[in-house]
DNA sequence: CATTTTTGCACAATCGATGGTGCAATAACC
DNA sequence: GGTTATTGCACCATCGATTGTGCAAAAATG
């Protein structure tokens, strides 16, 4: 039965109540009033007091006047992949124990839409950046650096800002290796047998088809081509690719390098326009991680980038804020095909229900 | 080569150039200026001079006058799944498209962590939330009355806010009728060849179950029961649930609806400690879309919750702000098995390269 | 030409918090 | 008991924008 009148509570209407000034008031609430040697009674008063009439700090105020915000941001270009939306889950959770609010915005791999969505970000006051998959990453460190914004790149290399990133080129090689040997039990392979789907011209496509092409040449003992599918990160221009393949071959490869799980929907897309025998026999190996890809009929490998890692790192380097940009590289995990992971979702805590419930009486 | 200095440029500095008044600057910058009075010369060469100097609006500066702040939330349980990703990509193109910047949080289905993160958004003084899969509803409409902030309820059940929801008991009937259709293909079924697995003692879950028992019920002709597997919304449970079941029958049931994708991943877990074989004669339903499942070894059918059209919806209604609540019903979709529809990833333009691309020279 | 109207802008208060500085009252000291 | 230190807090400028109000100068009107 406080007190409670429609609008909320600012640090003067705690100063009239408590009868001490709006400094005080201030001091108190933002913990620094040891520092401005405020008896501990009159903090106690104005907390309690502070607490009985719901009093919020005003976060747009006090970043003003500090001219910071609390909040962090992560640039993605989509979110609506296991992958992004991982890296999102996981870098709220990060970013809440720093004490930080975390705002997630995607690009959508749009240059102009990138540095738009960025410059908002800036007029909000966020305190720094994390950068993943756009695709102008020196557009978007000039926007960041003009503005004095602490900035670091995921999973993107950066000679501008620092950068952490998979390890891709080993990454490609391991999981290129474990199809490979999965194939070859089926029946000896042929070079042509092994195909990269997906990738671009960007330093994480680039590194995979070196660590793809790595294993295969160590595999057949030459130096292997015209093996490569560019389709950027589109699942129609996959969808594309894989119908070109089969138009021309009559069959898709036995084994299959998909660049990202976004390409992996255009090979979904194929396959719901053809026949479930058109997969019988392959084995893929895809750069990321879903659970439900890792259960398709076929065996599915996945290298699966550790997110959580490369943001605590992230977050050491703006920390650290290094005078030269600091590459770091992380490595991805191999994950056998038939594996679902846990992951965010295991953290909550949902309620266990004791028993079955009733269906409603419709 | 335009004046530079490191500091982001204001009203008074542009003030100072342009010979004009802070409030004839600000009144251009924010358009205001015919209202006002401004001459179309001074507000152009007010203009220019901005875009020289590269002016952006400090927007915590103008939220803290103003008391708004052109931030939109969106309250989640978790990111990391088809679901809720999709939503956010969706919410976030709606939300810009409207002028507003989205920011989008999860409660993690912690009714604390709910309110506690919807508080964190207000003092940031967000002109609107919606509200999507929290644990408490109630809890979170509270937190937002108090501080006047209009929310919607997305595709949850609100006696206290407006709410757009699926059509959950039909969605479930209809999808309970096409699994039950297609596994009778392999012979006939009987009651308990069909169980739900899931959910929770929500809306959501008792309109699905009563959805499911409806079109179960009409297909036998008999009342059934004992065909309900809660679980809550967590993958563990889920999988514990399966494992029981397998233990007691010795087999899953033909006949599978699966309450939630977050629920399929138990089942995913599942999958991992068994043979294929056990999975080879199932028909499941899922209420969700996530186009990996379509393609599972078994057939999957599912509901794909119209997301864009809720949330097309939730602004209508944040704008219309009618007197008394009112909740919309929104019918989902069948998605047959094998089918990867497109999604907002076919949206965004990725260049697409004209030829293939040489790996890097090691 | 005198008066009213309109145009074009400047002034100043304000949003809510922060933090440097100053000043009484009390305590400590010789 | 007089002087110096310390304690405890209030005052006030400030962050960068918005907006109600006022007032000259120019234009319109009779």
């Not at 993107?156 to 090689?173: H, M, Y």
């Not at 990738?199 to 790595?214: C, L, Q, T, V």
């Not at 026949?275 to 490998?301: Q, T, W």
């Amino acid at each position: 039965m406080t007190v409670q009148n429609s609008k909320k509570a600012t640090i003067y209407d705690l100063s009239v109540l408590s009868g001490a000034s709006a400094s005080t008031v201030s001091a108190v609430l933002n913990g620094s009033w040891r520092k401005r040697r405020i008896s501990t009674e009159t903090a106690e008063r104005i907390l309690s007091l502070a607490k009985a009439q719901r009093y919020t700090t005003n976060l747009q105020a006090r970043g003003l006047r500090s001219s910071k915000s609390g909040l962090v941001g992560l640039l993605v270009p989509v979110y609506d992949n296991r992958f992004f939306s991982s890296m999102a889950q996981t870098f709220e959770a990060q970013a809440r124990l720093r004490g930080l609010s975390p705002m997630v915005v995607s690009g959508r791999r749009d240059p102009d839409e990138e540095r738009r969505t960025v410059e908002t970000l800036i007029a909000y006051s966020i305190d720094a950046l994390f950068i993943a998959g756009v695709t102008d990453p020196d557009g978007v460190h000039q926007v960041c650096a003009r503005a004095g914004l602490p900035h670091v790149n995921i999973d993107l290399p950066g000679k501008l800002a620092s950068s952490v990133i998979s390890d891709n080129r080993n990454g490609a090689e391991v999981l290129t290796s474990a199809i490979l040997r999965h194939a070859a039990q089926g029946g000896a392979l042929v070079p042509d047998d092994v195909v990269l789907f997906g990738g671009h011209d960007d330093h994480a496509s680039r590194e995979r088809i070196a660590g793809f092409h790595a294993a295969k040449d160590a595999f057949f003992g030459i130096e292997s081509q015209n093996d490569i599918e560019i389709t950027g990160y589109s699942p129609r221009m996959t969808e594309l690719a894989f119908e070109r393949f089969f138009a021309r071959e009559g069959r898709l490869p036995r084994c299959l390098f998909i660049n990202s799980s976004i390409n992996f929907e255009g090979l979904l897309r194929f396959m719901g326009r053809h026949d479930e025998a058109v997969f019988a026999n392959i084995v893929a190996g895809c750069f990321d991680y879903d659970p439900f890809a890792s259960f398709l009929p076929f065996p599915v490998y996945m290298a699966k980038p550790n997110i959580s890692a490369m943001l605590e790192k992230g977050f050491e380097l703006l920390e650290a804020a290094p005078v030269h940009p600091v590459v770091t590289i992380i490595e991805p995990q191999l994950i056998p095909p038939r594996t679902a992971l846990e992951g965010p979702l295991d953290d909550i805590r949902d309620p266990v229900p004791a028993s079955r419930i009733p269906a409603p009486t419709s």
